[in-house]
């Protein structure tokens, strides 16, 4: 492992059983994430991008050890954390935190907010006497825009993007390494959203903190992302630093996503070209062979039907596309 990467995913797999019938048989597996490699640089915001259901999320909770994982190895630190056991991973998860998606589903209802914030002190036994508890958890409402006479009211008491705060002061609470921000602004209004991201950018500069960013706004991965990595039907196609991927994008799944984000300019909205993508997203039961985005793809060869391209490398950017061989 290189000194300057805080995890390396390596041929990560995350295979589902299919079952039918009273008796539960199995009759196939369900591919969500299949053999997904990647590298995160200590201080940067990779970013993961794709469909709904691209496997994007199995791969954050898998990082987490929070979802079995079928095959492949999650190195943290030079540490091997594939085949951890709970009591293995509970160190672990002092230095990897998460937001998650819903900020009112993520946070317990009949918790203050003070001791939403401080559970987690509580739970790894940091939490201190008394008045160095409660002191730690009105440093965290400052650091993420809270005033602390809000300890003591309850979630439903606050707004959208004021629990996402509360959430993302309780995931720095252990002072972590590494935030995993699964979709963690897309149930907020666009404002809000810039506002929560803002607040992000500050804390990891200011922290020193590394984020795994899971999205499909692509306009928000391209505000805060370092690198960026492209998932399409549970595999990465592309893997580049944010303004390659978004000046040159390669692989015709990238430039069919960055296609359809809308411009602000009428005429250039006008001018631009009508989305590369056509027909459906196949199922993730049965994958088509092959480059799994070939029966989409405008630019697709005889042997994407049959040959998985590789990944080819060339320094921090990674391609998997017959186009390029």
């Known amino acids: 492992m290189k000194a300057d990467n805080i995890i390396e995913v390596r041929d990560l797999k995350v295979h589902f059983p299919i079952t039918e019938g009273l008796l539960r048989r199995q009759v196939g597996i369900l591919p969500a994430v299949d053999g997904v490699s990647f590298d995160i640089l200590r201080g940067e915001t990779f970013s993961l991008v794709g469909e709904s259901g691209c496997g994007k999320s199995t791969t954050a909770l898998s990082v987490l050890k929070m979802q079995p994982v079928t095959s492949g190895t999650i190195t943290f630190n030079n540490e091997d954390i594939t085949h951890h056991s709970a009591s293995q991973m509970r160190p672990i998860r002092r230095k990897v935190q998460m937001v998650y998606q819903d900020p009112y589903g993520s946070l317990n209802p009949r918790m203050k907010v003070g001791s939403i914030i401080g559970e987690p002190l509580r739970v790894h036994g940091m939490a201190g006497d008394k008045e160095k508890y409660n002191a730690r958890i009105r440093e965290l409402m400052q650091v993420v825009g809270l005033m602390t006479d809000m300890a003591d009211r309850y979630p439903h008491e606050f707004s959208g993007g004021q629990r996402q705060r509360i959430c993302i002061a309780r995931a720095i609470a252990l002072d972590p390494e590494l935030i995993i921000c699964d979709e963690a602004v897309s149930a907020l209004d666009v404002s809000i959203q810039a506002q929560v991201i803002n607040l992000l950018m500050d804390l990891q500069e200011r922290l020193g903190l590394t984020y795994l ?69 196949p199922s993730v039961r049965n994958p088509p062979s092959g480059c799994r985005f070939h029966p989409r793809c405008s630019q697709s060869l005889e042997r994407c039907k049959t040959q998985v391209p590789m990944h080819q490398t060339s320094g921090s950017t990674v391609l998997a596309c017959h186009l390029y061989d």
Do not use: W
């Not at 706004?217 to 944010?242: P, Q």
């Open 213 to 281: 960013f899971i999205a499909h706004d692509l306009s928000v991965v391209r505000h805060i992302s370092n690198r960026v990595a492209v998932m399409y039907l549970g595999r990465i196609v592309e893997i580049a630093d944010r303004d390659t991927l978004f000046s040159q994008p390669k692989h015709p799944y990238t430039q069919a996503l960055l296609s359809a984000v809308p411009e602000a300019d009428p005429e250039l909205e006008a001018s631009r070209q009508e989305p590369l993508i056509i027909g459906e997203v």
